[in-house]
T-cell receptor, first 115, second 114 residues
Framework: DADVTQTPRNRITKTGKRIMLECSQT?????MYWYRQDPGLGLQLIYY???????NKGEISDGYSVSRQAQAKFSLSLESAIPNQTALYFC??????????????FGPGTRLTVL | QKEVEQDPGPLSVPEGAIVSLNCTYS??????FMWYRQYSRKGPELLMY????GNKEDGRFTAQVDKSSKYISLFIRDSQPSDSATYLC??????????????FGQGTILTVHP
């Protein structure tokens, strides 16, 4: 979905490196989310933010941190990457004021490999 | 035990077949049910949603919810090769501390071959 963009799309890094994944949206939504996807495990919520001043941990936040720089931008950081953080990462947005308040719109994903 | 269980498949069917995809859930607070479709190397996109028990139809797709059994289904009629994708069920409560958060199933990989 071009309304939600993620950079980079692919990244290979080494154990111990700090990595930042960025998400931007032009949908005007107030809520943003970060998920990771592993084969057979579906989507697991890492962090979510219901507005710029509201940041919450999801199911699997250990080893990750986030920053909500603006309503349209939500970044995910891996402070010291480890191999089991190799996964597909998705950013998503939703609109608390919309008709379908729980519907989330996903970006194209970032494929991260930690060697 | 996961709150939402979905058979990961993979499921392979011939073109034109009727496909049935299913999820079960354990949290009776879930009131909003969705199906997402995810093509290879893409993000999930919303396919269908429903708030209530019963059936909801959209073209070749029918979403069915049975809250008494905590069971939801997605039926695809006259399946096409372009339906080949991973299908994820998702659900959420409409209030409470989990409001705004979706719980996803593991996803079912579907291949429709010509």
């Amino acid at each position: 979905d071009a309304d939600v963009t993620q950079t980079p799309r692919n990244r290979i890094t080494k154990t111990g490196k700090r990595i930042m994944l960025e998400c931007s949206q032009t949908k005007g939504h107030d809520r943003m989310y970060w998920y990771r996807q592993d084969p057979g495990l579906g989507l697991q919520l890492i962090y979510y933010s219901f507005d710029v001043k509201d940041i919450n941990k999801g199911e699997i936040s250990d080893g990750y941190s986030v920053s909500r720089q603006a309503q349209a931008k939500f970044s995910l950081s891996l402070e010291s990457a480890i191999p089991n953080q190799t996964a597909l990462y998705f950013c998503a947005t939703s609109d608390s004021g919309g008709v379908l308040t729980d519907t989330q719109y996903f970006g194209p994903g970032t494929r991260l490999t930690v060697l | 035990q996961k709150e939402v269980e979905q058979d990961p498949g993979p499921l392979s069917v011939p073109e034109g077949a009727i496909v049935s995809l299913n999820c079960t859930y354990s949290n009776s607070a879930f009131q909003y049910f969705m199906w997402y479709r995810q093509y290879s190397r893409k993000g999930p996109e919303l396919l269908m949603y429903t708030y209530s028990s019963g059936n909801k139809e959209d073209g070749r797709f029918t979403a069915q919810v049975d809250k008494s059994s905590k069971y939801i289904s997605l039926f695809i009629r006259d399946s096409q090769p372009s339906d080949s994708a991973t299908y994820l069920c998702a659900m959420s409560p409409l209030g409470g501390t989990s409001y705004g958060k979706l719980t996803f199933g593991q996803g079912t990989i579907l291949t429709v071959h010509p």
